[in-house]
């Protein structure tokens, strides 16, 4: 049986060259592939193109505890995103040094994204979209009226890698998610030429009821598993949680 | 200076017009204070991927919360009996096939009921689009609520959206914190007016000329 599995991150992103595409979800702090994008700055390839739907400053964290995307940033040449920063924070002010030294962004609308990724994963030649139609997303982009409603072509995204965060893998890749984890990486994986997934645990074959698999090993190349109460871990995660909920801003805006 | 309504009461009455059995997406702000006051039976949906969650964790009750569980504002809710989880592509789904009623908020509303709510347009990176766009095309419904003027008194409801669109005419209904104003086919048609003002005093803070319902009234809870 091929082994898909890797005893480091480091090892699992050491292919990555400059000049790579990487689809990877996030949302907030939630569903990130910590240890991957923490691998990937310590490998330092450059001019990569990010794909995300949301890239968020960290703001209440050291890189220690939290590997967010924007420790990417250096290392950028262009970044697809439906959100860019935080409204009420000012949004995109935390890049915009990086956009003065070349940065390209692409804004893009979440749906619009998914749907992207769906036509790259599913080898479809673009999707005529309704969303954007009238507004920023169609400059420069073929319009078509089917059934008396206008239409705008978007075109496929194939990354080249994707960064999954799964909860359980079995070894030949199979993946289930837990919560809301599961974001865009099931698309993501399918998209990508090279999937490599982070999970919480990795089992033996047939130990995930085939009817709960999300994510088919056929879509996952490389498997790490996330070590014990480290970065990105459940034991982390919950641990930072109740440590942000003690700052008074933070607490006002991720609970009720 | 005339009482205008309280972002709550706002709120209140975008609540209203939800019904048991609804499927509704509430955006960030203004449109998440309605989740208090919607009747019981309407099915929440969160564009990051969870559907019939429940409600969401509150400020003296942290230890409920758990990272695997939150909604597209990134705020904490407790799961529920019912819910689903799935990816954003079928998540998109839900959300183009007209099944969900959204409630957003606006920067600018138009006559003919263009949306403007992701970016003021005095900065490229300073709003983001999100799903909002793909709220506003795909909903069945789409509802807005949001102050009346600007914070320097200009109106919000205008002729042409000066800000950056969101979608073209997408917006049903508007709720404000001195009217509420139907999108029709024939204009803006003013239906309720916030206690003590009147059909004038509205019209004058709003750019398009309103048709007045005949069977005005104020704004009840």
């Not at chain 1, 409603?149 to 030949?172: S, V």
């Not at chain 2, 709550?8 to 009455?13: L, Q, S």
């Not at chain 2, 409920?64 to 819910?83: C, I, L």
């Amino acid at each position: 049986m091929i082994n898909k599995v890797f005893d480091s991150f480091d090892e699992a992103v050491a292919d990555i060259p400059d000049g790579a595409s990487i689809a990877t979800g996030c949302w907030g702090t939630t569903s990130l592939s910590q240890n991957l994008i923490a691998a990937l700055k310590r490998k330092g390839a450059k001019d990569l193109t990010l794909i995300v739907h949301n890239i968020i400053p960290t703001l209440f964290f050291t890189e220690d505890e939290v590997a967010n995307l924007p420790v990417l940033l250096p290392q950028l040449k262009k970044l697809i995103a439906g959100v860019v920063g935080l409204q009420v924070l000012g949004a995109g002010a935390f890049i915009k040094e990086y956009v003065e030294m070349g940065l390209e962004v692409e804004f893009t609308s979440h749906g619009t994204l998914a749907s992207r990724l769906y036509a790259g994963a599913a080898g479809l030649g673009g999707i005529y979209n309704p969303v954007g139609v009238g507004t920023i997303l169609e400059e420069g982009k073929e319009k078509r009226v089917i059934d008396g409603k206008e239409y705008i072509l978007e075109m496929p995204i194939r990354p080249d890698y994707a960064f999954i965060r799964g909860h359980k893998a079995d070894k030949l890749g199979n993946v289930v998610y837990w919560g809301v984890y599961r974001e865009d990486h099931p698309v993501m994986a399918m998209a990508a030429k090279v999937t490599i997934t982070e999970v919480d645990e990795i089992v033996e074959v047939g130990e995930i009821d085939p009817e709960h698999v999300v994510t088919q090993g056929i879509f996952v190349d490389r498997i790490v598993k996330v070590p014990e109460g480290g970065l990105g871990s459940p034991q982390r995660a919950k641990e930072l949680l109740f440590k942000v909920a003690e700052i008074d801003i933070v607490r006002q805006i991720l609970f009720k | 200076m005339k009482q205008r309504l309280e972002r709550e009461v706002i709120a209140m009455r975008a609540a209203k017009e939800l019904m048991d059995g609804d499927y509704v997406n509430l955006g960030i702000g203004l449109p998440n204070l309605c989740a208090l006051h919607i009747p019981e039976g309407v099915i929440f949906h969160s564009e990051n991927g969870a559907l019939g969650y429940g409600p969401l964790v509150m400020q003296d009750e942290v230890e409920k919360a758990d990272q695997h569980y939150v909604d597209a504002g990134a705020r904490y809710f407790t799961p529920a009996p019912g819910m689903a989880i799935f990816d954003l592509v079928i998540s998109f789904a839900m959300i183009r096939s007209g099944r969900l009623i959204t409630i957003l908020g606006g920067f600018q509303v138009s006559e003919k009921g263009d949306l403007a709510n992701w970016n003021t347009g005095e900065d490229p990176l300073g709003g983001t689009i999100g799903g909002g766009m793909d709220l506003a095309v795909g909903a069945k419904r789409v509802i807005i609520t949001m102050e009346h003027t600007t914070k320097d008194g200009k109106p919000k409801i205008v002729k042409r959206c000066t800000a950056p669109l969101t979608a073209r005419k997408c917006v049903d209904l508007v709720i404000t914190d001195l009217a509420v104003i139907e999108v029709t086919p024939e204009g803006l048609l003013l239906k309720e007016v916030a206690p003590g003002w009147s059909a004038a005093e509205v019209q004058a803070l709003t750019e398009p000329r309103l048709i007045v319902a005949r069977d005005l009234k104020e704004i009840e809870l």
